[in-house]
Structure formats: structure tokens, C-alpha cells
């Protein structure tokens, strides 16, 4: 009996062993996996965040000219956009304390709306089999499956890139977008991951009559 319960306790921990092996061997996949399912994640959040329409950011662009109509300045009305940026920024917190707390309620029967009340009840983001994560899809049906949660929103932050350059001849090109920033831990089994995640949102982008001052070539 005793030959028999060190013959169990053996295979029982190599099991454990090989297990652990192979739990190792799956982490730098399970975090590349989580990786693009977070970007993913957040990118339909972006999408679906706030906006105004294009009307009302119109006139983004401040241009003085002198009396023979070559630009002597270019700018940007800075007002508009930090508003701009500041209500995205506040949608998208909203959206992830929604998540959080546990409150966000779909207001329609769209995939965005249904997709983000999934997760906010079980704060599942995806979930992957072992058999995936291997490259074994013959074997994806009989496979355990493996839940990467959302935890909590770290922060999110924006900035606005602006860009100028000639184009073609006689032209130029006024680029403008902002740059959300966000940074989340994400659950996986037996560990947690830092992600920060920047997608870039274009504003702007218009072409006008004229040569760049040499002031934006330095």
C-alpha cells in the first residue's frame, strides 16, 4: 500500500510539474495574446468615443496672410481643441468606470453596446483555449479555455500633435490629431500585466494655397 501511494504522489507531481512547465513555457504567449486583445479592446472604445460634428471644428486652423496672400503665420485655435480632447478624455474614463463599477447598461442592441455590458458584468476582455495558444486547433474543442480580465483603469491622458509641411508646389499640408494614451492592468491567470496603449485620433487635415514660413523648417 505504501509502494503504491509513493508510485500516486510521483506521478501526481510530475503532473504538477509538468504543468508548471508548461504554464511557463505559455506566459510570453499569453501576454502577446493579451496584448492585442487590450488594443483591440480599447480600440473600440476609441471609435465609439465622444465627437462633435465636423462643423462645429471648422475653423481649427488660424492663417495670416500679408497683402500679396503668402502665409506668414499658421495656428491653431487651441481653445477648440484642448476641448476636443478633454471631453474624449472624459468619455473614455467614463466608459471605463461604467465598466468597473459594474453600470454600464446597453442603450441598444449594437455589438459596441452589447460588448461593453458583457464585460462590464464579468470583466472578461477574451478568452483563448491552450490549444490556440500552442497551435494545435485540432484539439481547440476538448481545450481549457483561459479568461483575460480588465481590472482597473490606471489613467488616460491625451496630447495633440500638429503638423506642418509643404506640399507639392505652392501648398501646404496642416495636419492635426490627438493622441490618447491609456494605461490598464489586465488580469491573467496567476499574474497581472501593465498595458499602456496610444492611439492616434486625426483631427484635421486640410491642404492650402501657399509656401510654409521658413520659421517651421527649424
Known sequence: MKKWLIIVGC?????????LSLYIHLIPLIKDYGKMEIERFNQLIISHCYFTDDSQYDDLVVIE??????????????????QLSSQIVR???NTYSLLEEGRFKASDDTYYQRRMQEVSQNG???RISIASLLHVPLFQWMSPYLSIKYKHLSSVGSSVVKKIENYGVNHVM?????????NLTMVYPFFEQYHSHTIKIPILLEIFQGQIPLVYHQ
Do not use: G, H, P, Y
Open 11 to 19: 506521478i501526481f507531481s510530475l503532473i504538477i510539474v509538468l504543468c
Open 65 to 82: 496672410r500679408d497683402e500679396n496672400q503668402n502665409i506668414q503665420l499658421i495656428d491653431f485655435d487651441m481653445v477648440k481643441v484642448n
Open 91 to 93: 468619455d473614455i474614463e
Open 124 to 126: 472578461i476582455i477574451s
Open 174 to 182: 496642416v495636419e492635426l490629431a490627438i493622441e490618447i494614451t491609456m
